[in-house]
C-alpha cells in the first residue's frame, strides 16, 4: 500500500490518497481519494491520518493508528491539545477495517480521557512520525511509541522547555482480545530535562534487542537555546516496554558524543538479525530542526544499544544546487520482503528554498544490509 497527500503549509496534509500493488511494487493501481479524512463541524475541522499501518507477525493483521482530533481553527498547533489517536485493524490487506475505534486504556477511561494524563482539550497524545513504527514484544504484545503533552500545574498544555512544542514519550501496549479488539495499557512516561532537551522526548521510535530489552532512540531539540548541544537520546526497558532508563544522550559505541538536529529517526530490525537506525547526523552543532542533512544509516551494537561509527553512511545529503534549507527527514523505510533489501520514502524538501515549499518524493534502495 502507498500513501500520498499534498502540503501546502506545515504539519497538514491534503488530498490523502492511496493505490495498491499486487506484485510487491512493481505495478500500481490508480490513486484511490480517502474520503472523509478532513470534514467542516460546528467545533471545527475534523481530521484524520491514517498511518502506514503495521502486520503484527504473530496474527498477519494490518494494525493501523490513525491521529484522530477536531481542531477548532485548523491550526496544527491546535493538535497539542486536541489530537487523540484510533486504531484499525483489517483482515483484508486495508480494504475494510474488521475494527475501528478510539486508542482508550483499561480502566476508567474514555475516548475524551484516553489514557492516563491526557485530557482531550487540555493535552493529546498522537504518532510522532511515520518512522514511530509499533513492534511485537518477546511476550507477544503490541507496543507503539507515542508522544503525549504534559499538563502543567494549572492544569494547561505545558512548554518547560520554552520550544515551539514540548512532548513525553510513552508506550502503548496492547493485547488482542476477543473479536480482533485490542485492550491497551500504557507504560510509564520517558520524561526529558528541559535544560538540556527544550521540547522534550519526541517522535521516540524502537527495537527489540536479541536479550529481550527494548531499545529506545529519542529526538531531541535545541530550540530557542542552540548553545545546547543536539543530539538523540536513548533509553532501555527491560520489562516489556512498561519501565524505561533514563534519558541519556546516545552516542557511538565508544561512548563519543554525535550532533543531531530536532528530527526523526528510524530503528529497523532487519531479517537478518541486524539492526539499523536511519537518521540525521551533522558535523556540528544543529540550531534547533537545522540542518536536516546528511541522511545516515548505520548499524545498532546489540550488546551496548549503541551506534557503530564505523558503519554510519550517508544516504543522501546537500548538493551543490540544493538550497541550505533543504531538508532530508520524515521519511519511511521497510525491508523488501523478497530481496532483504532496505526501501526508503522520502521527498527531498526545500531543495529551493523556503520561498518555493516544494520538492520532489524520491524512493532509495539500501543493498547488502543483512550480510556481514
Not at 141 to 151: G, M, R, Y
Not at 257 to 281: D, E, K, M, T
Request: aromatic letters at 8%.
Amino acid at each position: 500500500m502507498c500513501l500520498a497527500s499534498d502540503e501546502f503549509r506545515s504539519d497538514t496534509g491534503e488530498n490523502l490518497r492511496r493505490r495498491v500493488s499486487p506484485d510487491n511494487g512493481r505495478t500500481w493501481s490508480a490513486w484511490e481519494r480517502i474520503q472523509r479524512y478532513a470534514v467542516k463541524t460546528p467545533q471545527g475541522m475534523h481530521r484524520q491520518y491514517p498511518g502506514l499501518g503495521w502486520i503484527d507477525p504473530g496474527t498477519g493483521r494490518l494494525l493501523t493508528l490513525v491521529l484522530d482530533g477536531v481542531l477548532p481553527h485548523d491550526d496544527p498547533l491546535e493538535g497539542m491539545t486536541h489530537w487523540g489517536l484510533r486504531y484499525r485493524v483489517s483482515v483484508d490487506g486495508g480494504r475494510t477495517s474488521a475494527v475501528d475505534e478510539p486508542v482508550v486504556q483499561q480502566g476508567a477511561y474514555t475516548a475524551d480521557h484516553p489514557v492516563e494524563g491526557v485530557w482531550i482539550g487540555r493535552n493529546s497524545m498522537m504518532i510522532g512520525a511515520s518512522t514511530c513504527t509499533p513492534i511485537r514484544s518477546r511476550e507477544g504484545e503490541i507496543l507503539v511509541p507515542v508522544c503525549v503533552t504534559p499538563l502543567g500545574p494549572d492544569g494547561k498544555y505545558h512548554r518547560p522547555g520554552g520550544g515551539y512544542t514540548y512532548h513525553d514519550a510513552l508506550v502503548l501496549i496492547g493485547t488482542w482480545t476477543e473479536g480482533m479488539k485490542i485492550a491497551w495499557d500504557v507504560s510509564e512516561r520517558i520524561v526529558a530535562d528541559p535544560a538540556r532537551s527544550t521540547r522534550g522526548a519526541d517522535e521516540p521510535t524502537i527495537a527489540p534487542m536479541p536479550d529481550g530489552r527494548i531499545l529506545m532512540v529519542i529526538r531531541g531539540s535545541n530550540d530557542v537555546k542552540p548553545r545546547l548541544p543536539g543530539h538523540k537520546w536513548y533509553c532501555v526497558s527491560e520489562d516489556g516496554g512498561r519501565h524505561w532508563s533514563r534519558m541519556q544522550p546516545w552516542t557511538y559505541t565508544d561512548g563519543e558524543a554525535f550532533y543531531s538536529p530536532a528530527s526523526c529517526s528510524q530503528l529497523l530490525v532487519h531479517s537478518s538479525g541486524r539492526c539499523w537506525w536511519i537518521g540525521n547526523i551533522v558535523p556540528q552543532n544543529p540550531r534547533g530542526n537545522s540542518p536536516r542533512y546528511p541522511l545516515v544509516i548505520g548499524e545498532v551494537d546489540l550488546q551496548n544499544h549503541r551506534l557503530r561509527k564505523e558503519t554510519v553512511v550517508a544516504i543522501d545529503t546537500r548538493g551543490p544546487e540544493d538550497h541550505a534549507d533543504l531538508q532530508l527527514s520524515n521519511f519511511f523505510a521497510y525491508e523488501d520482503r523478497e530481496s532483504g533489501d532496505l526501501v526508503l520514502t522520502m521527498t527531498r524538501f526545500l531543495s529551493r528554498g523556503l520561498a518555493a515549499w516544494d520538492g520532489d518524493c524520491y524512493l532509495y534502495r539500501i543493498t547488502e544490509v543483512g550480510g556481514h
